[in-house]
């Protein structure tokens, strides 16, 4: 069977406030390469991955194009696109320049018969493996949907307004989520159009969609498999999540591999 093409969005666009600095976060350096540089080389090497599509804020795309994908030398990045508010905008855009790739998007619109699998990757996550790539890619033949993540290791306590304790779920039950998530091209693309849509009515309400599997399971039927990533595949996000990327790196003598 002939593999079908894999294209990953990297998602760049977050100003990264709880980092509490001036540089947004995916350009600040981590032992000596800006944070981006870790997933796109990631993706760089992979024998998975067969494109790629960079999203980030708009202000920032040349600065990108000149200084991370033409310094580096990441030839699997194909477009560098302008990101929106929300995570899911950056994604849809991301999603569009996949789609106009294909040749096969019409005016306006991504094209929801694009083949082959969709990616989704936070570009603050530096430690993506093969591996992950490798699970995910088996996975997502079967399944249509999965998303990397790992099981809990600590309880969970569902809280009221005030801040008690309302109810302990089974940690057996409960896993943390990571990226990559992956989609049939077709599923992601439809299901993302069908939020575009909706996405007023659902600000109205109250209802925030917080990762791509959510999209998935709000506007599709299909159900999305949870796949085994890596406890050490952190987000960075604060200053002390710098500290412990920095550390992992140091430990594995500067090579991501967990």
């Not at 790629?52 to 477009?79: P, Q």
């Not at 929300?86 to 096969?104: I, K, P």
Request: aromatic share 8%; net charge negative; proline share 2%.
């Amino acid at each position: 069977m002939n593999k079908k093409r894999c294209t990953a969005i990297v998602l760049a666009a977050g100003r990264g406030s709880r980092m509490e600095s001036d540089v947004a976060k995916q350009y600040m350096l981590l032992c000596g390469k800006p944070l981006i540089w870790y997933a796109l080389h990631a993706v760089e090497e992979s024998s998975v991955i067969d494109d790629c599509i960079l999203v980030t804020g708009a202000e920032d795309i040349s600065y990108v194009e000149e200084e991370i994908v033409a310094k580096y030398v990441f030839s699997k990045v194909t477009a560098v696109v302008a990101g929106g508010k929300e995570r899911y905008d950056s994604v849809y855009s991301g999603l569009q320049a996949a789609a106009d790739s294909s040749g096969q998007s019409g005016a306006g619109s991504c094209a929801a018969d694009r083949d082959g699998y969709i990616f989704i990757q936070d570009g603050a996550r530096p430690f993506l493996t093969e591996d992950i790539l490798e699970r995910c890619y088996q996975t997502v033949q079967s399944d249509h949907a999965c998303v990397a993540g790992m099981p809990v290791k600590d309880t969970i306590k569902l809280v009221d307004e005030s801040g008690f304790a309302r109810q302990t779920p089974d940690r057996n039950f409960m896993w943390q989520v990571q990226t990559p998530q992956v989609f049939d091209a077709s599923l992601i693309i439809s299901a993302y159009e069908k939020l575009m849509q909706e996405k007023e009515r659902l600000l109205r309400e109250g209802i925030s969609i917080t990762d791509d599997a959510m999209v998935v399971e709000t506007f599709t039927d299909c159900k999305v498999r949870l796949v085994e990533g890596a406890y050490g595949n952190i987000k960075v996000t604060t200053p002390e999540d710098m500290v412990v990327a920095e550390a992992l790196l140091k430990m594995q003598g500067g090579m991501v591999t967990l």
